[in-house]
């Protein structure tokens, strides 16, 4: 996994040096993921690291532990939301240039591989664009909460193989053959990170969570970058924090819900709004929510 280092000035907004940017897309284009290494700030991942696994700790005192890879979600709420980790500058220079302009924060959620996880089905999580999307439609920031390892289940994925057009919205897991064949032609590697490290990953990339034999959780934040505007509700903050999720680049598309937020029993971040009555075979939401969440819908891959 090729690595580019951030200097701390670099974390600034726009002061990613012209050739780290080229670095990055250009890693990007080939591989598919890239890590930007010391690109936020350690404190602030700890302060909510450290949150998350004492939310956990409380969770499942009295609820079982399932819906893995999703994970508990981290509280969207002040005192919680750390500029640098949500809007994480360098990452989002870079998935602006290849995005373009117009994109949006769809999703803050994460995926935590817990205790004693086993494998997830390999997948892609956005097919390839139609003509006149652009050279992709969404691009996932991973924010690892606590170092990962090969022992807690850094995720696995095969490097270009967001190249291989055969995975569609219908069906993002590619068979058994096609693995086969990514494989011979590029080995999967591990998303082996440290704290303060963002992983920048083009959504189309096969990978998948692996077990997690270590003897504490693994949280990691992901945060999906649409190149489209689904319309507001495409995830739930809590009432309070409307000015945070402000950005000149990114827009944000939360639902704001009232205090208190019951952020813990979500799958992902998307709404708990209920499906319309008597229709048991849509996505939870509105229209435009549905239209939104089914574009990168997390949970049907499992
Ligand atoms: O938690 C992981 O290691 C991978 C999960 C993931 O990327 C996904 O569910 O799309």
């Not at 930007?36 to 009295?62: P, T, W």
């Not at 998935?95 to 997830?120: K, M």
């Not at 270009?160 to 058994?176: Q, V």
């Amino acid at each position: 996994m090729v690595e580019i280092q951030i200097d701390p000035a670099e974390r600034l907004p726009g002061a990613l040096p012209g050739e780290k940017v080229n670095a990055a897309l250009a890693v990007l284009a080939e591989d598919g993921v890239v890590v930007l290494k010391n690109s936020a700030d350690v404190e602030n991942v700890d302060a909510l690291g450290h949150r998350m696994i004492d939310d956990l700790a409380r969770f499942e005192a009295d609820h079982e532990l399932a819906n893995n890879f999703q994970g508990v979600r981290q509280p969207p709420f002040h005192p919680w939301l750390f500029r640098d980790l949500v809007y994480n500058e360098p990452a989002i220079t870079i998935s602006h240039r290849i995005l373009g302009d117009g994109i949006t924060l769809t999703s803050y959620g994460s995926n935590t591989a817990f205790i004693g996880s086993g494998f997830q089905k390999v997948h892609a999580d956005s097919a390839a664009p139609k003509p006149g999307q652009g050279p992709c439609t969404h691009i996932v920031i991973n924010v690892p909460l606590v170092d990962m390892t090969l022992e807690n289940g850094a995720t696995r994925y095969w490097p270009g193989s967001h190249k291989d057009g055969r995975i569609y919205a219908s069906n993002r897991h590619p068979t058994e053959a096609m693995l086969v064949e990514q494989e011979a032609r590029r080995p999967a590697e591990q998303t082996i990170a440290q704290r303060g490290d963002t992983i920048v990953r083009d959504m189309r990339v096969w990978h998948g969570g692996v077990p997690n034999t270590s003897s504490q959780h693994r949280p990691m934040l992901a945060l999906v970058h649409a190149n489209t505007h689904p319309g507001k509700g495409t995830f739930e903050a809590e009432e309070g924090s409307e000015d945070f999720w402000q950005h000149s680049v990114l827009d944000a598309a939360p639902l704001f819900v009232p205090k208190p937020i019951d952020y813990l029993t979500q799958g992902h971040s998307r709404p708990h709004l209920p499906p319309p009555s008597g229709r048991t075979d849509l996505p939870v939401g509105n229209d435009s929510q549905r239209e939104a969440i089914t574009s990168v819908d997390h949970a049907r891959l499992y």
